[in-house]
């Protein structure tokens, strides 16, 4: 019998197949529509010019995965075996370095959400003539000026990265915070999921520093996403997404040990 193996996302070996994808948002018709559409943004300006990346970059909370079918499983960086929550975290120029090595014949560089953060995952974002979802665009504004953007490793996705914390995501079975949760068919999105740092695992999401066919969308920088969270929450409600009550979350670290007297 062949072995499990854990799904971007999670460290928990098991994991199920994704879903199977789901009929697109019918065709635009005209070329007008398609230009009225494109221009309802002002693309952020991709600069070099980062210290949110650079913040985050510099942090410990790096790792490398590899392609298997339709998983992404992350590695560990000394033995070359399924990572769990005790494996080693490297620095993104670490990690970058190690995948580069094929050392493990690794796919690409993944980011274990730190303390602070959030990751928000937009699957299947263009429709058959290859434009963007108009649900994209609405997205995509609320985030523009507080969000790092790059494309999903299938080409087909997006990935949001932010500070701040995702209050909407409910609770597990323990009365603890959950720290994904996935809306699938959101206005013809096969799925928008949303990341944030765990105490119990380590969510991770893949990262391409890419933003190849979407001219549409700057890499722009990691800024304080409170507001623009907020803005998707009421914006899931207004479209008649049933959620969870508002969760507080002030911190999602585990507490500090006692100070010694």
Partial sequence: ???ATPDEGSFCPGASAKASRKTKESKMDTTTELLSTQNRITPVVNSNNRPGLAELKGLPQWLVWRREGDKKPPLDPD???YANNEARLLTFDEATALHQSQKYKTTGVGLVLPEG???IDLDDTKDDDGYMLDVVFDIYRIFQNQAYCEVSPS?????????????FLGLD???KPKTKRKYQNFRGLRNLEVFSPSLK???YVTWTRDAEGYPEIGLGDVGDGTQALAELRAMLQAEGVELPPPVAITSTAPPAPPTPL
């Fill in 173 to 175: 079975y323990e009365g």
């Fill in 155 to 167: 080409g087909n996705g997006l990935h949001l990265f932010v500070k701040g914390y995702a209050d």
């Fill in 201 to 203: 695992g380590r969510n």
């Fill in 1 to 3: 019998k062949q072995k």
């Fill in 79 to 81: 033995t070359g075996g």
């Fill in 117 to 119: 953060y959030c990751a």
